[in-house]
């Protein structure tokens, strides 16, 4: 079965890097685009960033832009996010997801369109 596990969450002051990874396992994981999604508490989760399938094309949520590079090693079937410059904005857990391109009606920033998930990271950045 198919599973995504995050890993790297943790406490740093604002200013500082975190690298997150995420592990998967029963996939054929250079055949997913993924993504990595965030939520705050009260908060909805929202999109961070993406990568396609062979890593050529990222895309990133605004305000992540120049602080967060997405990357993905597919021989280790393995994606990572790394943090720089953190904020306390920042501040959620972090889930991985993978997407199937089977609802390609779906835009690529909307959860609905990613078929896995991860149990999540938890971010927490001090002011």
């Known amino acids: 079965q198919v599973q995504l596990a995050e890993s790297g969450g943790g406490l740093v002051q604002a200013g500082g890097s975190l690298r997150l990874s995420c592990a998967a396992s029963?996939?054929?994981?250079?055949?997913?685009?993924m993504g990595w999604f965030r939520q705050a508490p009260g908060k909805e989760r929202e999109f961070v960033a993406r990568?396609?399938?062979?890593?050529?094309?990222?895309y990133y949520k605004d305000s992540v832009k120049g602080r967060f590079t997405i990357s993905r090693d597919n021989a280790e079937n393995t994606m990572y996010l790394q943090m720089n410059s953190l904020k306390p904005e920042d501040t959620a857990v972090y889930y991985c997801?993978?997407?199937?391109?089977?609802?390609?009606?779906?835009?690529?920033?909307?959860?609905?369109?990613?078929?896995?998930w991860g149990s999540g990271t938890q971010v927490t950045v001090s002011s």
């Open positions: 997801a993978a997407d199937s391109a089977l609802r390609t009606t779906v835009v690529l920033t909307s959860t609905r369109r990613y078929d896995y």
């Open positions: 029963g996939m054929p994981f250079s055949s997913y685009a």
């Open positions: 990568i396609s399938r062979s890593g050529g094309s990222t």
